[in-house]
C-alpha cells in the first residue's frame, strides 16, 4: 500500500505544560544564598567527607543526612572538563558556540555544569582557574551566576635573563633613524649647543661638511639593548667603553648590537662586545661593556 | 535452578529518518503481525475463551518514552496492538534492553509463560531531539545552563578523548565502518555511505563530536517473542537464550561521576557475565552490538565492556579488532536507532545472528553474543544481556 502527503495529514501540536517546581528546604536554603549573599554553598557528609555542590540532603554513598552540614565553597575554582557548544536550541540560555564546563570550585568535591565566558574558544584547556561572575537580575536558579570568568592573574613581573641563562654568543641589537628632532632634543638634553651639530653654515666648513649627530646620541642606542633585551629588564650597567669610528649624519640608520662574550663567574657579571653600524654597514662605533645581569624576584 | 528464558522470534520495522506516514500503533502492528506468524502464537485471554490448551501470551512489555510520544502513559494508546486490553501489561520507559530484563524475570518467577516485548518511537516528531532530553535535567541546577544529552557527551567525548588520546581521524573511520556494515543490513534505510574526509569536515555539535559522530534522528519499531523453555521449544526451533542480565545506573549530576570511568557499564557487565558464568570476556562472544550513540562510545563502551584495556579503546580499534570481534555487524546505533530503543534493537539483532538469519552480515556459527543499551545523559544508566543458542 502507498501512501501520499495529499491523503494523509500531519497536525502541528504543542506540549507545553505551566508548572511550578519546589526547590526543597535544602536547594532553597543553597539558592537563597546565592541570590541574596553571592556565596555558594555546599553540604558536607561527615563520614566520606565529600562536599557536594549542587546541594542534597543526603549523601548519595553513605546515606547519611547531611542536609545541616553547611560550608561555604569559594567563589573560584578550576575547570575539570568541556565541551563548546555549536548548535542552537531554544533552551539555551546563551547564543551558541559557548564554552560549558564541569568546574570544581574550591572547597567543593563534585564539579558544577556552568558557562565559561572570557575564553578564546581556541584556547579553552581543561586546568583553567575561573571564578564565578554573579548576574544582575535574580532568577533563583543556577543562572544568579551568570557565568565564570578566567581568574584575573595577578600580572607576572618580566624580567631579563639571569647570569644563569646567559651563555656566550647571544646577541640582541635595536635600530633607529636619527633624525634632525632627535639632535636637537639631544643638544637640549645634554646642554651640547655645538654649532657643528646645530649651525649648517658652521658645519660646512668642518670636515663633514654637514651637521653630525653628538657621538653620544647613537651611543645610547646600546641602552635599550642592554637594559631591555640582553640580559635585559633589571641589568645594571657597571662600565660602558666606546670608540668612535665614523660620524653620524641626520637621516643614517643605526643599529647597536650587543654579544655576550665572556661570563666572570666570581662576581656573576657578564662582559659585552658593542657594534654600532649605520645603513651602509659602515662602522659608526665598537665597544665593551660590563653588566650585572637581573638576579630572580623574590615572589 | 531457574526456568530457562528464550528469544523465541524477533521482529523490526525499518528504521528511517521519517515515517511520517505511519501512527505508532500502525508501526507496532506490524511487528505484531511479524512476531505471530513466526510463532503461531496469539494472546492468551482469546484462547482462553476458545477454551484451547494453547499457550498464548500473558504479558505484555512496551518501551516508549513519553516525552518522545507528546503523552503522558504513552503505552495507553498502544494497548490494543499490544493485545494489552484485559491482559497484563507492563512498560519500561528506560532503555529498551530493559524489557528483556522484566520479561526474564517475570517468566522466570513462573507468573508469566510467554511475553510480548513492544517497543516503538518516533524521534522524527519532536522539533528536535536535544529539547526532548534537555527535560531530563533538573530545573535548578543544570537545565538553565542549557545541558541536553549532546552537550553532556561532548563533556564526556572531551574527557575520554584526552585520557585515551582518541583522534578525530579514529572517530571519522568508526562512523564510516558503521556505515559499511549498515549497507548489509535491509532494516536500516536513508543512510548515506560517507568517506573520512566527509566526517572530518563535518560540523561541530559539541567538540569534540561532529555532526556525523552523532546517531540520526530515527522512527521505527522493534518486538520479540520470551517463553519459558517448555514452551520455547514448541513454538520456535531456534531458541535464543537469556543467559544473563544486568544494569547499573550511576549518579543523576554529571560532576559526582567520574565521566570517563565506565563505573556503571563495568558492573552491568560484571552482573551479566557473572550470571551467564563467563570468565573472560574478551574470548567469550562470537559477536557484540553496543549503543554507540556518538562515535567516540564505541571504543569507550567496549573498554567498559571488558573488550580491551581501560585507556586502550583507540589503539584496540586500530588493531582491527571491531571486525574481528564482530562488533556491530548491523551498523550498531550509528546507523540510527531512537535512543530508547537502541539496546532492545542490538539484542534483536544478536539474536538474528544467533539464529542465522542476519543475511548478508551474518557472522559464521555465532554461538553467544552480547547486546548492550544505554540511556541519560553521558551513559548514566547501562544494561548488558547475553544471549547464546544451544
Known amino acids: 500500500m502507498t501512501t501520499a502527503k495529499d491523503n494523509c495529514f500531519t497536525v502541528e501540536g504543542k506540549l507545553a505544560l505551566p508548572y511550578q517546581y519546589f526547590a526543597g528546604s535544602t536547594g532553597s536554603r543553597f539558592l537563597i544564598s546565592l541570590r541574596d549573599e553571592k556565596k555558594i554553598k555546599g553540604l558536607e557528609c561527615k563520614k566520606c567527607k565529600k562536599v557536594f555542590v549542587p546541594p542534597r540532603s543526603t549523601c548519595e554513598v553513605c546515606f547519611e543526612d547531611i542536609s545541616q552540614n553547611w560550608v561555604e565553597v569559594k567563589n573560584s575554582g578550576v575547570v575539570t572538563g568541556f565541551t563548546i557548544v555549536r548548535y542552537e536550541e531554544p533552551h539555551q540560555p546563551v547564543k551558541p558556540p559557548y564554552i560549558l564546563g564541569l568546574i570544581k570550585l574550591d572547597g567543593a568535591d563534585t564539579p558544577i555544569t556552568h558557562i565559561i565566558k572570557g575564553v578564546p574558544l581556541t584556547k579553552m584547556k581543561t586546568g583553567l582557574k575561573v571564578q564565578a561572575v554573579f548576574a544582575k537580575n535574580t532568577t533563583a536558579t543556577i543562572l544568579d551566576i551568570d557565568h565564570f570568568k578566567p581568574m584575573a592573574e595577578k600580572p607576572k613581573m618580566e624580567m631579563g635573563y639571569t647570569y644563569d641563562e646567559l651563555e656566550i654568543g647571544m646577541s640582541a641589537s635595536f635600530t633607529k633613524t636619527i633624525s634632525e628632532t632627535d639632535v636637537y632634543l639631544f643638544a637640549g638634553i645634554s646642554g651640547d649647543f655645538n654649532p657643528m651639530h646645530l649651525n649648517e653654515e658652521f658645519a660646512k666648513r668642518t670636515p663633514f661638511g654637514t651637521r653630525i649627530a653628538h657621538g653620544a646620541l647613537p651611543q645610547s642606542l646600546i641602552a635599550p639593548v642592554l637594559g631591555m633585551k640582553l640580559p635585559g629588564l633589571g641589568t645594571v650597567a657597571l662600565e660602558i667603553t666606546v670608540r668612535f669610528k665614523a660620524p653620524t649624519y641626520f637621516g643614517d640608520t643605526i643599529t647597536a648590537v650587543g654579544e655576550v662574550v665572556e661570563k666572570l663567574e666570581k662576581r656573576r657579571w657578564v662582559r659585552m662586545a658593542l657594534r654600532w653600524t649605520n645603513q651602509k654597514d659602515e662602522l659608526v662605533a665598537e665597544g665593551t661593556a660590563l653588566v650585572m645581569p637581573p638576579v630572580p624576584l623574590p615572589e | ?390
Open chain 2, 1 to 390: 535452578m531457574a526456568r530457562r528464558v528464550a528469544i523465541c522470534a524477533v521482529a523490526q520495522t525499518t528504521w528511517e529518518r521519517n515515517k511520517w506516514q505511519e501512527r505508532f500503533q500502525g508501526m507496532a502492528i506490524d511487528v505484531l503481525d511479524s512476531l505471530r506468524k513466526q510463532t503461531g502464537v496469539d494472546f492468551a485471554r482469546k484462547l482462553q475463551k476458545q477454551k484451547k490448551k494453547k499457550p498464548g501470551i500473558n504479558m505484555t512489555i512496551s518501551v516508549s518514552d513519553d516525552l518522545f510520544d507528546a503523552r503522558t502513559i504513552s503505552n495507553n494508546a498502544m494497548t490494543d496492538v499490544l493485545g494489552g486490553h484485559f491482559g497484563c501489561e507492563e512498560k519500561v520507559a528506560q532503555e529498551g534492553l530493559q524489557a528483556i530484563y522484566y520479561g526474564l524475570a517475570a517468566i522466570q518467577s513462573g507468573h508469566n509463560d510467554i511475553v510480548l516485548i513492544m517497543g516503538h518511537c518516533k524521534e522524527s516528531q519532536g522539533q528536535s531531539r536535544n529539547m526532548v532530553t534537555h527535560v531530563a535535567f533538573d530545573p535548578f541546577y543544570t537545565r538553565p545552563v542549557g545541558l541536553d544529552f549532546c552537550a553532556a557527551a561532548g563533556l564526556q567525548a572531551q574527557a575520554y578523548g584526552a585520557k585515551a588520546g582518541l583522534t578525530d581521524q579514529q572517530l571519522a573511520d568508526i562512523v564510516v565502518r558503521a556505515r559499511k556494515n549498515a549497507a548489509l543490513n535491509p532494516n536500516i534505510k536513508e543512510l548515506p555511505q560517507v568517506t573520512a574526509a566527509e566526517v572530518l569536515n563535518s560540523a561541530m555539535l559539541a567538540d569534540p563530536i561532529r555532526q556525523l559522530h552523532a546517531y540520526p534522528v530515527s522512527d521505527g519499531a522493534v518486538g520479540m517473542i520470551l517463553a519459558a523453555e517448555e514452551i520455547a521449544v514448541k513454538i520456535t526451533d531456534k531458541p535464543v537464550w537469556i543467559t544473563g542480565v544486568g544494569n547499573s545506573m550511576d549518579s543523576f549530576f554529571l560532576g559526582d561521576r567520574e565521566l570517563t570511568s565506565n563505573a556503571a557499564l563495568k558492573q552491568a557487565a560484571a552482573r551479566a557475565y557473572k550470571r551467564a558464568g563467563i570468565q573472560d570476556p574478551r574470548k567469550a562472544f562470537d559477536l557484540l552490538e553496543v549503543s554507540d550513540q556518538y562515535a567516540y562510545q564505541l571504543p569507550m563502551w567496549l573498554e567498559g565492556l571488558g573488550l580491551c584495556d581501560e585507556g586502550k579503546g583507540p589503539e584496540w580499534m586500530q588493531a582491527g579488532n571491531l571486525d574481528k570481534q564482530h562488533v556491530n555487524m548491523s551498523g550498531g546505533m550509528l546507523a540510527g536507532n531512537p535512543m530508547i530503543l537502541g539496546g532492545l534493537v542490538r539484542a534483536a539483532e544478536a539474536a538474528l545472528q544467533l539464529r542465522g538469519e542476519a543475511g548478508d552480515r551474518q557472522v559464521a556459527k555465532a554461538k553467544r553474543a552480547l547486546a548492550h543499551g544505554v540511556m541519560g545523559p553521558a551513559g548514566q544508566f547501562h544494561t548488558v544481556a547475553i544471549l547464546a543458542r544451544d
